[in-house]
């Protein structure tokens, strides 16, 4: 299975490039190889990669080089073809009933000419296939639900990032579970929302807009006949320095509950013997 899986995804992507008219798989766009005709072609090579913590069947690191005859062109097709996998005209990348992210690794860069006086370049990205997976959080899909409200005509992700700009990719980033009493606790859960702009005004407007709203929301209101709400806390926001349009939300939300079992893990204590029998 891991076999396959790591090939349907190079070849999904570069189905993905055949139908948007960038070449024909098998012909000149071509997977883990890369033979001495046509001259003009795309080669998405499977290169693994380190691991991350998703499975590794639902993710692959893949080396993409370009050649064509014309310095001009291999380097348009590859910034082209980059453009593709980080924005794509829907959310994510759609081939079949399969839907993909993908992260850029290592920008285009020129690779000089082979033996033939063609020219070269390739790039790094990573290929995450996110259908079929449900997020079931219902605190994260409230947030990004509300987020959508705040920032009109922005992307809201969810898990996984995108790339879309301007976009919020919402992520849970840590969970506390304080015992207030015998009879309730206080279930606290931070988020991180990473925030992409086009332009520095961009992502100054949204972040601003997103951690004053945030401020102001005191609580949100979960969906269902309970009238459940969530406690808005410590919203704050840090741009890294020289990341001139790319910026990141952090909020606390908290809920105190009579029935732990629905928000904290299964295991909340281990008891034990200091002796064996």
């Known amino acids: 299975m891991g076999d396959n899986m790591t090939v349907m995804i190079a070849r999904e992507i570069g189905q993905y490039l055949q139908n948007k008219g960038e070449g024909t798989l098998d012909v000149d766009i071509l997977v883990d190889v890369q033979p001495d005709t046509p001259d003009n072609v795309v080669s998405l090579y499977d290169k693994g990669g380190l691991a991350p913590m ?6 692959r690191e893949l080396y993409v080089q370009v050649r064509d005859t014309s310095h001009l062109n291999c380097y348009d097709r590859a910034w082209r073809v980059l453009g593709y996998f980080l924005y794509p005209n829907t959310t994510f990348i759609e081939v079949g009933d399969n839907k993909y ?3 850029l690794k290592e920008a285009p860069s020129s690779l000089g000419q082979d033996g033939s ?5 390739g790039f790094r990205v990573v290929a995450y296939r996110v259908s079929g997976v449900t997020v079931t959080d219902d605190w994260l899909n409230r947030l990004a639900d509300w987020s959508g409200t705040v920032l009109a005509g922005w992307q809201v992700y969810k898990v996984w990032f995108g790339n879309k700009r301007p976009s919020v990719t919402w992520r849970l980033a840590s969970m506390q579970v304080l015992e207030n009493s015998k009879a309730s606790c206080e279930v606290r859960r931070k988020y991180t929302g990473s925030l992409l702009g086009s332009t520095p005004g961009e ?7 997103l951690v004053q709203e945030l401020g102001g929301a005191v609580k949100l209101a979960l969906d269902g006949p309970n ?13 890294p320095a020289g990341a001139l349009t790319a910026g990141t939300v952090a909020v606390v939300l908290s809920r105190v509950t009579n029935r732990p079992s629905e928000d904290a893990p299964l295991m909340s204590a281990v008891h034990y013997k200091e002796t064996i029998s």
Do not use: N
Request: glycine share 2%; hydrophobic share 45%; net charge neutral.
């Open 54 to 59: 998703e499975a590794p069947e639902a993710w």
């Open 117 to 121: 006086s063609r020219y070269l370049s």
């Open 101 to 103: 992210t993908v992260q």
């Open 227 to 239: 009238k459940r709400y969530l406690w808005v806390k410590e919203p704050t926001l840090e741009v």
């Open 203 to 209: 992502l100054a407007s949204g972040a601003a807009a």
